[in-house]
Each structure stands twice: as C-alpha cells, then as structure tokens.
C-alpha cells in the first residue's frame, strides 16, 4: 500500500509540474531578426538542431512594407490579407522558414528548411494579385544546379543550400545566395556564390563571388553568411585560416548555359 501510495504521489506531482509549465509557455508571437539576410523576417525563435515546436504553438502577424498588407503565419499554415480584407487561401509552411517581402509588398520570398539549422534550405516566392491571390514559384532550382556544377563531387557531393538576400529592381529581380551545406562530408562547407535571378523564372541574370558580395551587399547579409565572409577576410589577410571559396566565375559548360 505504502508503495502504490508513493506511485500515485509521485504521479500528481508529475502531472501537475507538466500542467504548471505547459501554462506558463507563451505562444511564440514575435518574429526574429533575419538570420540569412537582414532583411529578412525569422520564422522562428533562433538557430536550433531540430524543427520542434514551440511548446504553445506559432501565432504570427507580418505586415507587408504597404501597412496594409499582412501574412499570418501558424504552426504548419500560413495566409495573407489584402488591403481590402481579403484572406488568401491558406498554404503550408515549413517550421523554419524566413519571410522577405518585396519593397512594393507584391511578392515575397520563404527561405525554408526541410530538416532544422543543418537541414537542406530553399527558395520559393508568392506573388500577390491586385485582388489577393497568391501565386508560388521554385526560384531557386536553377541556382542549386548551378552551383553543385562548380563543386566537385570531391569537393562536396551534396546539394547546396539556397537563401533569398535582397528584392531588386521591385519584383523582377532576386539576389540568392548559395552555399556549400556546413556538413563534414563537404570539404568547402560554407563556401558561397551569389545570384541574381529573373522573378518568376529563376533564370540566372548574373553570378556574384565572394568578394563583391560583401563589397556591395555585406550590409544585407545575415548572421549565418556574414561568417564565411569573416572567414574569407581573415584569411586574405594573412591569417593560418584557410580561404573558403569555389570558382563563382562566369564560365559554365554549354548544358549549363542552355538552361
């Protein structure tokens, strides 16, 4: 008796320091800093190994540069309100994802990753209609092509990860970046090649390296890339540090250039 006693204390105890810190968790309500450009808008509460949850779920209310434009995102659904009220149907949306709005709040783009920090990232973008539709497009498969291109396998036999910087020239134009996934079977982890693509094609516009990436968009690169370029710099100047780079030239093969 004394035993079984014991058990169901022990199991109130429990029970009640569960309900105690399942109250006391908030709903994650305020979106972060953008990690892969400043930018950007984090989706979630920082850099973590694994996608779970907060404990009392994602509420998110983004306004668009307009004001009058909004995204709002939950735990695995996301939808957009027009100025004149209008809800989009609803999309799903990766736990870690990262929201870029057009200047003109006609577009944005979702940085998303399919697995945590380390998982593979992506680019999709939105249009947005006069009247509030939405409109989705893979922008970033060209890029990920692209660059495994000027990796060997030697190098990194992995698919690269792909980030959204920068809207240019409105909604025509998007600045991606591509890197090397920071895995150990990647001997240039972390390397990087910029892109400017064409919006909604993907086509590539233009390739960026290294250096003029951070010469003429280091004040918009996030956290995560501004790193390598730490990285890189260190070493241009002398340190033991070895430079992570990859060929981000012009050149490509003619299959490449037919795309």
């Not at 233009?206 to 501004?226: F, T």
């Not at 241009?236 to 430079?243: N, T």
Request: glycine share 8%; aromatic share 8%.
């Amino acid at each position: 008796m004394l035993i079984r006693g014991i058990a169901v204390f022990v199991g109130l105890w429990l029970s009640a320091a569960f309900t105690a810190t399942a109250g006391a968790a908030e709903v994650f309500t305020t979106a972060q800093s953008g990690m892969w450009s400043v930018r950007g808008v984090y989706l979630w509460p920082g850099p973590t190994a694994i996608a779970d949850f907060p404990m009392a779920g994602r509420q998110l209310h983004l306004a668009g540069p307009d004001g009058k434009t909004a995204l709002h995102v939950g735990e695995m659904e996301a939808y957009t309100v027009s100025p004149n009220g209008k809800r989009s149907v609803g999309f799903s949306i990766l736990s870690l994802a990262e929201l870029l709005w057009s200047s003109n709040t006609r577009a944005f783009a979702l940085t998303e990753s399919d697995g945590g920090w380390v998982g593979s990232w992506s680019v999709r973008i939105a249009l947005l209609s006069p009247s509030g539709n939405l409109q989705f497009h893979q922008i970033s498969r060209s890029v990920t092509q692209d660059f495994y291109l000027r990796t060997s396998k030697r190098e990194c036999p992995e698919q690269s990860n792909v980030a959204a910087i920068a809207w240019t020239k409105g909604t025509e134009e998007l600045l991606l970046v591509a890197e090397a996934p920071p895995h150990s079977s990647c001997p240039v982890m972390a390397a990087v090649c910029g892109y400017m693509v064409a919006v909604p094609s993907g086509v590539i516009r233009r390739r960026v390296s290294p250096q003029v990436l951070e010469k003429e968009w280091g004040n918009v690169l996030g956290p995560r890339l501004r790193r390598v370029q730490k990285a890189n710099s260190a070493a241009a100047s002398g340190s033991e540090e070895k430079q992570i780079q990859i060929d981000c030239g012009e050149r490509l093969s003619s299959r490449a250039d037919q795309r």
